[in-house]
């Protein structure tokens, strides 16, 4: 979603007034409703800034890699209520009803947290809002890729972004198989937006084959990403900028292959290149 503003434009040693698209950025209250013991319980879980569209996607996947829930199909319906504000007429509130109560953390629930959309860590109480409750590694072997093919991941994703040549001011993430095809694509002015919605919606597909498919991402690689994907058991992450010492650390504590600095002509492999075809 974007939308048109006045620009004074300097090019050439002059300026000129043109119309510029600009990606759309407003709030998403998320909030959850479930069933502890005979009473429904309601409760506001997040507020992020996303970029309008794909919400139920982008729920799906908040509420799976977060582990609130721990099976897709747990989630019952989810629905955008409240009054239409703003300039761009549109709902900024959405409710997810959950069937199964006992897959619920209730604990992440009462955990009450603020989601940036450039930081997904940024408003969690304390680093123990970050642990992990995975217990398996993803394949340390699986799947293998080309090095051609991780050097192309990034042009295919964005030349499949359809806000990105718009605005140039967008994020996508791309779920691929191992053979180079892109299977799905989610864009949002927030990076990790963007992976929830390609999460919530690949998932609700069934469309994930860890053993076959890889993550490619704009942007750089930082620790929540990398969890994210964990979450799913997708054992390569790819990124166009640079990974943090932490995403490196989770990465390779869980077999991961992550890659940055992907350019036309080279890449870095931070962690377990066994996944790399490099001959």
């Not at 939308?3 to 510029?20: G, H, Q, R």
């Not at 998403?28 to 507020?47: A, F, Q, V």
């Not at 295919?156 to 993430?173: C, D, M, P, V, Y």
């Not at 860890?210 to 993550?215: A, E």
Request: proline share 2%.
């Amino acid at each position: 979603m974007s939308s048109k503003y006045k620009v004074l434009k300097y090019n050439l040693n002059k300026f000129e007034n043109i119309d510029d698209l600009v990606s759309v950025e407003e709030p998403l209250e998320i909030s959850i409703k479930y069933k502890d013991k005979n009473n429904w319980i309601t409760k506001i879980l997040s507020i992020t800034m996303r970029t309008p569209g794909n919400d139920e996607d982008l729920v799906r996947g908040f509420l799976f890699n977060e582990q609130i829930i721990t099976n897709i199909k747990d989630v019952d319906s989810i629905e955008s209520y409240g009054e239409k504000v703003g300039q761009y007429n549109i709902q900024n509130k959405i409710l997810a009803t959950v069937n199964n109560s006992k897959n619920i953390d209730i604990t992440k629930i009462k955990r009450d947290f603020i989601t940036n959309s450039s930081c997904g860590v940024c408003g969690k109480s304390s680093l123990d809002a970050l642990e992990i409750i995975k217990s398996n590694k993803t394949d340390l072997n699986l799947p293998k890729i080309n090095k051609e093919i991780i050097i192309q991941s990034p042009s295919i994703l964005r030349k499949n972004q359809s806000e990105f040549s718009k605005t140039g001011g967008i994020h996508a993430s791309g779920l691929f198989n191992a053979s180079g095809e892109l299977i799905d694509l989610k864009e949002d002015v927030g990076r990790h937006n963007a992976l929830d919605k390609l999460i919530g919606s690949t998932l609700l597909a069934g469309q994930i084959s860890p053993l076959d498919q890889f993550i490619t991402c704009s942007g750089r690689l930082n620790f929540e990403l990398v969890q994210k994907v964990l979450m799913n058991d997708i054992g390569i992450m790819i990124g166009v900028g640079a990974p943090t010492s932490l995403a490196i650390d989770l990465a390779n504590k869980f077999n991961i292959t992550l890659i940055g600095f992907v350019k036309s002509d080279s890449f870095n492999i931070y962690t377990n290149t066994k996944k790399v075809i490099v001959g």
